[in-house]
């Protein structure tokens, strides 16, 4: 049996100003072909559980492309261009293949398609028709729709924030597709959509009520006999018409889906209270750092400017305030600015610098910061292997990167736009975050899964920006309403 593969992965920030052209979406690098099984094969992706399934199943695999990336709206020029890596080899393999398993995102827009999943999908159906099985796996922050229920025949997300569960929801969707092709199967997906936003920053599922959520779901996929079901918790920054937490449902056909879907909903509609976010400014955030009497390290995280949310990692407001207190034992990790990094390339470690660091894109994440007489301290081309749980074993890239120091304070400056999910971009430019007091960084959850344990204490601020958890910030024109928290007596 022969099946083909792929990852084309968008979470879309509609908020931010401007849009994402292909080569600013792909700039972290994307795997095309062959290259996307021998890369991802064994690490703690989608695709790493796609393919170990396979293996498992004795199952050909024909590959296209393996590719995520949050950012702004794409360019339909973008869409079209991921596409070309995709489309021509369905075309070409149509008549060989037995089924199609693909991971895409959930929440991803471009200038022409408020869902970009839907429309992808529908461009591999003109290929195979209707008949074909196809399994998708999704991200938690996926905007579940009606239309991609239609269009796959099983749907199956992540359930861990951070996202430490990819390979075993690619290990599903591959799995459940091999029953489809071997056991001739067939899978019913249902989804139920919830009047309701879920700040990012309130996600994080080793918090209640998420373990309490996770335990009633398996007890009640055992108790039904279903493959699959979860709760995503859908992506509030992409103001569309199927932004929203919804429930999603995947089980062989003669099961209740609809029925199962909407039960399980009204079990997390009940609990919609504890998504309610108190946000820290960087001042108050700081001020508990310096309160802090535990040996360690202690991170100052930066939700509201995360880049795995589509910001642009540029945002001053955190290392303006670390600047301004100058506490010895401080770095930053990392600010993104290619046009500061060449600056400091045209030196060598050992000579000073001025220039402007941040500030560049958009005006709510602070103005630009003007650096005097930086020490450089070191260059590096930014290539590393992630150590976190989250993308184990993938390769990551700040692209071109130094370390300035700054009075008391260090900085990290990397030319690739992409959160801090581990010590990698503080390693790749030489330093030792066991020398440090006070690790300033831009993630919202994701970081947790190697910091959690590494760190003496967590400290969330959220500044103004386009992650921010304070949703009342954005002008919504889209999304369907009424709709929780943002409006009152709301009903489900």
Known sequence: ????????????????????????????????????????????????????????????????????????????????????????????????????????????????????????????????????????????????????TQLANGLFGIRKYPHTDKEAAGYLAMKTLARMMKEKIQVETAVERLPMLVPISTGMTANPPFPEMEAYFEAYTKQEGLIYASFFHGFPYADVPGSGASVVVVAEKGKDVKKAARQLAEFVWERRHYFNVHVLSPTEAMDLAEQERALGYIVINEMSDNPGGGCPGDGTHLLREMLNRNLPGSIFGYMVDPIAVEEIFQKKPGDTISFSLGGRHEKIFGKPIAIQDANIISQSLGNYIYTSPNLRGAAGKLGKCARIKVGNVEIIIGSVRNQTFDDRPFAVTGADLREYRYVGLKSTQHFRGFFGDAACRIISTDPPGLNSGDLSVFDFQKIPRPIYPLDENVVF
């Open 1 to 148: 049996m022969k099946i083909i593969i792929g990852h084309f992965g968008h979470e879309a920030n509609t908020f931010a100003e401007n849009k994402t052209s292909y080569e600013e979406f792909i700039g972290r690098g994307i795997l095309i072909g062959e290259e996307s099984v021998q890369k991802s094969e064994g690490t703690a992706v989608y695709l790493g559980g796609i393919i170990r399934a396979c293996r498992e199943e004795n199952i050909e695999i024909i590959p296209t492309c393996a590719y995520t990336c949050a950012a702004p709206t794409l360019t339909e020029e973008c869409v079209n261009k991921m596409l070309e890596h995709i489309l021509p080899v369905v075309e070409k393999h149509k008549d060989e293949i037995d089924g199609i398993c693909m991971a895409l995102h959930g929440a991803g827009v471009s200038e022409e398609h408020d869902d970009l999943e839907t429309y992808v999908l529908a461009r591999l159906r003109q290929i195979v028709g209707n008949t074909m099985p196809i399994t998708v796996c999704l991200d938690l922050h996926g905007n579940i729709t009606e239309e991609m």
